[in-house]
């Protein structure tokens, strides 16, 4: 099964939720936990251990080979995505446009765009205990996640089967990254805080899960530092509400530490339980 925890903001907790519920199933079972936020992955600063594989995630752009080429235009007026121009006698593509669909590649008539290997990011694989950790990162320059973000899933997918459950720490917000890394999940699991600007970016998550028709539900982080319009919300709408992780000092030290939770916060290890119990009833995981 695969569960991503996505936020509608940044700063909600995504990452403590991910470290913690990971390493907490993972003495139980067999748990890989995925840090999807490529732009800025941290569950790496939580969850420490050796270092199995690594590898460089590589996209393919178009290269211009002048040799053959007429100057039809072809190639300019195939993509979608302006990455390719000409100005007088030379065709220049623009990489960070790109989104290597081959289509400029396969239709020009005299092959004089090969596609090519391009360093996307990297990818990291180690292990903890018993839990196995993944993390991708995205290349310092490159302004594409998505494509960064499905290899990392395919990987995921070919690796680990059917006997390991699957948590993907997810991009912060509503956009393209967010929805590529929660888009063949199983369920979703959005955590917010119980502010205004919480309250009003977890309503768009909202609309995005319901719109990929997704089963989900919602954790409150900080419980109790502000007002109560989230769980009134999640009352009016017929939304599960998993979990209220409380706001506490303890909580905030051990978190600046690089520390997990639930191990030292009973609090904490309260809520994973009420998580785990109502995933076990929807029959999402033993």
């Known amino acids: 099964m695969k569960i991503a925890i996505a936020s509608g903001k940044g700063g909600t907790g995504k990452t403590t939720l991910s470290t913690n519920l990971a390493h907490y199933l993972a003495t139980a079972g067999n748990v890989v936990l995925t840090d999807l936020d490529v732009e800025e992955p941290n569950s790496g600063l ?28 072809k190639c ?15 065709i220049l593509v623009f990489p960070q446009l790109c989104h290597s669909c081959h289509a400029c590649s396969e239709l020009c008539p005299t092959n004089s765009l090969p596609m090519e290997n391009k360093i996307l990011g990297k990818l990291q694989q180690k292990r ?24 990392t899933i395919d990987f995921i997918d070919e690796k680990f089967h059917h006997d390991y459950l699957k948590i993907f720490d997810s991009p912060p917000g509503t956009s393209c990254p967010m929805i590529e890394a ?82 030292h916060i009973p609090e904490v290890k309260r809520e994973l339980d009420q998580v785990v119990a109502y995933l076990q009833n929807e029959g999402l995981m033993k």
């Open 182 to 263: 929660v888009k063949d999940a199983d369920f979703v699991i959005l955590i917010t805080e119980p502010t205004p600007f919480g309250f009003h970016d977890v309503r768009l998550a909202v609309e995005v899960v319901r719109k990929l028709k997704k089963n989900f539900g919602i954790i409150i982080n900080r419980y109790g530092i502000g007002n109560n319009d989230v769980e009134e919300y999640c009352n009016e709408h017929h939304i599960p509400l998993l979990a209220k992780i409380p706001n506490q000092q303890q909580i905030a030290k051990l978190y600046s530490e690089g520390q997990l939770l639930w191990q």
């Open 76 to 90: 300019k007026e195939l993509c979608n995505f302006n990455a390719i121009t000409r100005i007088l006698d030379e």
């Open 128 to 151: 903890y205990d018993n839990l196995d950790f993944v993390e991708s990162r995205l290349e310092i320059g490159e302004e594409q996640a998505v494509p960064l973000i499905a290899q």
């Open 46 to 73: 939580f969850i420490h251990g050796k270092t199995i594989y690594e590898t460089d995630i590589f996209k393919k752009i178009p290269l211009w080979k002048s040799g053959n080429c007429l100057l039809c235009n």
